[in-house]
């Protein structure tokens, strides 16, 4: 790694607990810990996992009449999001790609919006410009953990009473040893759990204080990957990118029908000319799962073509490798809109054209506090 790698608060625990660091998004990040990748994909399912997500960016919207303002640069409806609630939501540009995916909560007297970590500058650069008359503010003082897996209820609620009463996307502050933390019920393995964003000076006593339950294991990259590919969640930078629509990516579910044709708030946001049409239309491709039909995965760039000799592509590989909760490899990408679960492809595989499966997404049912 090099040394002008930016650092997480949690960087000294993590070289404390074995972390193999990597550099990702610009800061070194522990991409697993001495029980390897498997061990703590499985663990995560089956008790509770914590990660480390202080790399994403976190946002903070004031000023009179948000909502709608930022709904001027994405299609969700944000002034409908009732107070202590998040949703889900994308950052569109003029030509309908996706900029970046972002999660935005109503915090009652501000709008808390997280945002990838990789594209955090850019997003802040397109939120500025968007809302040029409301104060914008990525915050530098506050880390974000992740709590995923079944026991994550009970362990969170033992340091913070009041979490287990919280449904899926509530979003709450409590406090813990003098700490304020900003508590959602969400993450992106899944599972039940939460997301805590934490002064960055009570940080590592908030993680120990987690890491002391015999319940938990600290997590890394590695299986924050394939926890999420067997949810089918989509990675930013892989499977959606300034080149694929919110249709094409399948997340149309995202966009409420106030904000789509014949809406009361329809359009105003970039791309809405193309893809408020998809919505009506559908698009001419969309992103899948993909069930490779051996035992070798099928990861990101793999080229699909419709049988062993065609020599025109119908589609690629945006996400791919060994779902140790399926037992086999799993992969995600785009194929034709019409092509139906069910149907057999050929990813290329140095050289080799090997069977693959369309199917339907997830591979893992999400196990939500409803």
Known sequence: MTDDLMQLPLAALHAELGGKMVPFAGYAMPVQYPAGVMAEHLHTRDKAGLFDVSHMGQVVIRGSGAAAALEQVIPMNVQGLAEGRQRYGLLTLPGGGV?????FANRG????????????RADMDILTAGLPDHEVTLLDDRALLALQGPSAEAVLESLVPG????????????SWSGAEL???????????GYEISVPADHAEAFARALLAQDDVLPIGLGARDSLRLEAGMPLYGQDLTAEITPVEADLAWAIQKIRRTGGDRAGGFPGAEVILPQLDQGPARRRSGLLPQGRAPMRHGVTLFASETATDPVGEVTSGGFGPSVGSPVAMGYVP????????????????????????????TPRYKR
Not at 99 to 103: G, P, R, S
Not at 163 to 174: E, G, I, K, N, S
């Open 99 to 103: 900029a970046d995916d972002l999660m």
């Open 109 to 120: 007297d501000h709008l808390f919006v997280v945002v990838n970590g990789a594209m955090k």
């Open 163 to 174: 979490v287990a009463q919280m449904r899926f996307m509530d979003v709450r502050t409590l």
């Open 182 to 192: 900003w508590i959602s019920r969400s993450g992106y393995t899944g599972e039940d």
């Open 337 to 364: 809109a019409d092509c139906q679960a069910g149907t057999t492809l050929y990813g290329d595989v140095r050289g080799r054209r090997l069977p693959v499966t369309v199917t339907d997404l997830p591979f893992h």
